[in-house]
Structure formats: C-alpha cells, structure tokens
C-alpha cells in the first residue's frame, strides 16, 4: 500500500506505508531512504560553496572531500563568486585519494569581468568551469543598493559592502542592444572551446542565455550547461529549457533554489519532465551556515524527486550519468 502525504505547499508525495518521512515547510524531503542514498553513489555535485571563502560557509573543501569519501560521492566543484579555485581543487583531489575536485572561474569584476587574460590562464591551470557572470551580471539585481530586497542570497551582504565603499563598476552583460553577443563574449567563448572548458550560463537573463547557447553552438563548444534554471534571475520556463536543451545544452536545477523557497518543487519538476531527465543534472549549490550537509543536500535532492514519481534510473541519471559526461 502507498502513503499518500502533501507537506504545506501542497506539493504530494508518494512514500511506502511505515516510512519515516519528514518534509520540510518548502516541501524538501528531508530524510533520504536507502533508495535515495544508492540513486546517488558516485555522483558529483557541480556546484557547492565551501571555505576558504569571503562568505562564512559551513564546511571547507578538504573536510567536504572527505565528506563525499565516505558517502559513496565522487567528487565536486569547487564554486567562488570572486576567486578561480583550479589550483585549489588540485591540491584537495591530491590530498583526498579517492575523490575528483575540479576547479572553476565567474566571470565576475573581481577577475576582470569577461576577461580572456583570465580566461587564457585558467585553461592553462586546467580550470573545468566557466561561469559567466553571475553577482555582477546585469540581469541579477541583488545585491545592488536599488535592487530586489526578497529572498537575498549570502552574497548579496558582500555586493552590498562593496557598493557602499563605492566599488561598484557597471553590471555586465554579453549581449548588444540589438541581442547580438558582444565580441568580448565570443572572444570567451572561443577560450572555453580552446581548452574544453564547461560553459555554465551563470546568472545571466533569458535574451542573453539563448544567444550564448546559440553561438556555443556555432562555435563548436562541446559543454553547455544552463545554470540553476529556476533561481529567481533566471527563471526559465519548461518550454524555454527545452529549447536551450534542443540547442545542445544540459540544464541545471540547484536544490537550495526550491528548498529556501525561492522556486517550487512542482515546478522544478514539470521542467525535468518536459526536457527530460537525460539532458539534465541535479546540483546542490549548498555550503551556506544554516543549509544541510552538501552531500545530505544532494540525497534530500534524490528523495524529494523519488517522491514525486521519479524513477531511481532517472535520478541516477540526473546525479551520476551525466554529471559524469560533461564534467570527466
């Protein structure tokens, strides 16, 4: 028989009768069956923000790495808003046996912006990910003095300091008035191709995702990957991750975007059902103070899909197979 529970939202789930079963006022499942544990075993997580970091985080990389050692994981991404990580996530993934850490860039102010001197380098140190901008992006408006006020993610306190001592250059973007890429942008773009570099769209809008994912394509880029769908500055449609999916991009869905509310769990997963989950990943974006354990994260991630009908195959896929494709 099955037990058919609904948490606050509304948002249903579907459990064994006899499990013990906690959801969370945002609909997280919050305590991860066996089932859930094994959809996830030798999965990576994209995207966690751990220390050393100018944002207290609750856990730093090595202590993570071990972490993921004995949960059965097999590696992460290092994420920083504001410092490259390649040389970081080697020293980790040496200090670690048994675990894969890779390193990335944001194409943020505090590394030029859209800069190919740091671009060209971090290929050079085997950086894996590319983010475009994502605090300094035009598109993303917290953290700005005149910006929105609700749901403000960690960093925004940093963007908001930085503004107030009058650091505050202009918001970038990557596309001219007409919609067309900036040559900065495809001068980036062919630096990522250059070295096999992941694209990741960062916190960019609509209007510019699709013409990067259009000239990723043109360009050859082999790695494309549309970051946290649903957070608030992105907040693509089913039907718009679906084009960008058709375009060769593998679409992201990041578990504290729906767990801290700032998206649904409904609608996250009317979007892995309209693209698939064979062009999707599931990331955590976790290492906040007051989140779950990352890797605790990715496995209520696993749950809370299991408990809206997906199979242990599709999650598996989502958190294992391609993870694995695009970032090995």
């Known amino acids: 028989m099955r037990a058919r529970l609904a948490s606050r939202t509304g948002w249903e789930y579907n459990r064994t009768s006899g499990d013990n079963l906690s959801v969370s006022v ?3 499942s919050e305590i991860p069956s066996s089932q859930a544990w094994e959809a996830i075993q030798g999965g990576y997580d994209l995207q966690v923000h ?3 970091d100018v944002i207290e985080r609750r856990i730093d990389d090595l202590d993570l790495a071990k972490e993921f050692l004995s949960r059965g994981l097999k590696g992460f ?22 675990i ?34 994502t605090v300094d992006a035009a598109n993303e408006t917290a953290g700005r003095p ?7 993610p960690f960093w925004a306190k940093i963007q908001l300091e930085l503004a107030a001592t009058g650091l505050a250059p202009a918001p970038i973007t990557v596309i001219q008035e007409d919609g067309s890429l900036t040559s900065i942008a495809r001068s980036c773009l062919e630096l990522i191709h250059k070295y096999d570099m992941i694209l990741a769209t960062g916190h960019l809008g609509r209007k510019e995702i699709l013409a990067l994912v259009k000239a990723s394509k043109e360009i050859g880029l082999k790695r494309v990957m549309v970051t ?7 907040n693509l449609s089913p039907d718009e991750q679906l084009e960008l999916a058709e375009l060769g991009a593998v679409i992201e869905h990041c578990f504290t975007t729906m767990h801290t509310g700032k998206a649904s769990w409904p609608g996250v997963a009317e979007s892995i059902r309209r693209v698939g989950p064979e062009r999707c990943i599931i990331s955590t ?11 605790d994260g990715l496995a209520m991630f696993a749950q809370t899909l299991l408990d809206a009908g997906f199979s242990q195959a ?6 294992v197979t391609n993870p694995t494709a695009i970032i090995e």
């Not at 005149?146 to 403000?152: F, N, R, V, Y």
């Not at 599709?314 to 958190?319: K, L």
Request: aromatic share 6%; charged share 15%.
């Open 100 to 133: 894969k850490v890779y390193g990335a860039i944001a194409l943020n102010h505090s590394v030029g912006g859209l800069n190919p001197v740091a671009l060209e380098l971090a290929g050079r140190a085997k950086n894996r990910i590319v983010w475009m901008p």
């Open 314 to 319: 599709d999650v598996t896929r989502m958190a």
């Open 50 to 52: 751990v220390a050393p």
């Open 228 to 234: 946290h769908a649903e957070f608030p500055s992105q």
């Open 146 to 152: 005149d910006g929105t006020k609700k749901h403000l």
């Open 26 to 28: 945002n609909g997280t």
């Open 285 to 295: 974006d976790l290492g906040q103070t007051i989140n779950p354990p990352v890797s």
């Open 77 to 98: 991404v290092l994420k920083s808003h504001y410092f490259p990580t390649a040389e970081r996530a080697q020293v980790v993934t040496k200090a670690v046996p048994g």
